[in-house]
């Protein structure tokens, strides 16, 4: 075939190229907004830093194979429209409740269905991967990180005093603080391990891609992202208390700054690379014979393109223009913020029970996005307190939502002991709450905590989010609140002694909320949400 012949081979597949990019173009507008809460995240979040380089890489995989994606442009599908239509709408539905991570898969999802639009499935099986590949840059609701962050700090904390036991080291665990007598150290959140876990497991998954073996040896390259991460993490944190006890806190500090960010991502990936190398010898092949990019077959397309590629993606063009339209309509809409009053107006005195205010430090404020706050320690008369907490957030949409104390709580180095779902009667009605048994420092504390939303009580975090997105639908509206009411196990008090010192304080304290934390737009009484299952949120 002549080089004149081939070029006007190429110039119809050409032409459905130059279209496709006009539709990814037009889906960078419609989902502008949800891209840049992305981005700001990629910015701000340590454990989503390598977001920036997801994209590049899908990037490099198509443009590697530029040969092969030409030659697959087959007949169109119309499942392609269906599933751009279908991603328009969970964006659109996204946009209206603040639930971003409906947005960015919707995101991925209309990528594969400009893929099926443009050149079917034959073009689908060639950009799959590169396309899939996508969702590593996605950051998990808060929520769900917030319960992931806590399962490691408890994991990584439970190594770390492993690591400092094989060097016959005395050594004590409370949740997630290690305890070596003289010293403590407190496995915080940003010592959870996430900041890694999420970058390795990206990492291993494109690894596990170029790895040409066996199918279970490459699930098994992906999956053990996961314990070299935690692995890591727990080796760090175990030589930081053996510096501490061997050359004291200075140096532990130095030990920690050197073993962290780059330098244990960067000894984890020299990890995965030599569990590639060691599956490859003992399938008897060198690992530069098998780690490279899988081959493609350059498949004939099953029909000369027509105009059939055209119209399918023309249609594509239009549906997505018609969604972002939609959504930056939808964006500048006014959300509707019920009028309450502000906490500074709470009461001191609640009957028998007197108020101390306190005041959150201005970080701690500024990192929970909140609008606005009650924090008071309230004594009766035997001067035995009760601490109120009330985080109200008028609108939920900016991705700031209320804090799960399972996550604060271990932050604040205190250790949960005992976690479960009940509910309280009295004279505001009654609904369920989470109840925890928290310990520091041989002080023990009774916690109860629920969330209040749009006049509903609420203590399944999971629930909350359903909620938050039908009303975010129904009534254009995101507000809610938190609260949280802790007293201590005194000494010669049992923990029953302290449920019956906080149920009175509830009684007398949560009808004066109700005009702080705004009901239904019809005022009517606030309703306790049913929820199956005794599991945390």
Known sequence: MSVHSLTRSRTPAIGVGLLALAVIAAALFAFSSALSELSHRWWTEEEYSHGFLIPLVSVWLLWSRRDALL?????????????????????????????????????????FGIA???????????????????????????????NLTLQLQLISSQLGVDVIRLFQIPVYLSGNVIDLGYYQLQVVEACSGLRYLFPLLS???????????????????????????????????????????????????????????????????????????VLARLSGTRFFQVFHQPPIRHKAPPQKLTGSNRFTLASALILVCAGGVAVHSIAHRAEFVPQR??????????????????????????????DDYLLSDYSAANGKPVNLYVAYYSSQRNGYAPHSPVVCIPGGGWSITHLERTSYHGPSGTFPLNRLIIHRGGVEQVVYYWFEERGRVIANEYWAKWYLLIDAITENRTDGALIRVTTEVFPGETENDADQRLHAFMAAALPKLDAYLPAEPSTEPKAAVAESGSGHG
């Not at 050149?119 to 609701?141: E, N, Q, W």
């Not at 080796?235 to 330098?263: M, N, Q």
Request: charged share 10%; glycine share 10%.
């Open 341 to 370: 009053m502000r906490f500074a107006a709470f009461p001191d005195l609640i009957g028998r029970w007197q108020g101390h205010p306190g005041l959150l430090d201005t970080a701690t404020e500024k990192g929970l996005g909140l």
């Open 71 to 111: 030659a697959n442009i087959g007949r169109p599908s119309w499942i392609g429209l269906a599933l751009i239509l279908f991603a328009v709408l969970v964006h659109i539905i996204g946009e209206y409740s603040s639930l971003f991570i409906l947005s960015h898969v919707a995101f991925v999802v209309v990528f």
């Open 203 to 277: 990492l291993s998954f494109l690894a596990a891609y170029l790895f040409q073996a066996p199918f279970w040896q490459r699930v098994l390259v992906f999956l053990s992202g996961i314990p070299i991460t935690i692995g890591m993490n727990g080796l760090r944190i175990g030589l930081v208390g053996v510096t501490v006890d061997r050359w004291g806190p200075k140096a532990a500090d130095s030990v920690l700054h050197a073993f962290e960010g780059w330098v244990i991502f960067i000894a984890c990936a020299a990890i995965l690379l030599a569990e590639i190398f």
């Open 116 to 146: 099926l639009a443009a050149g079917g499935y034959s073009l689908l099986r060639v950009t799959f991967i590169p396309i899939a590949y996508l969702l590593f840059a996605i950051p998990v609701p808060y929520f769900i990180e917030s």
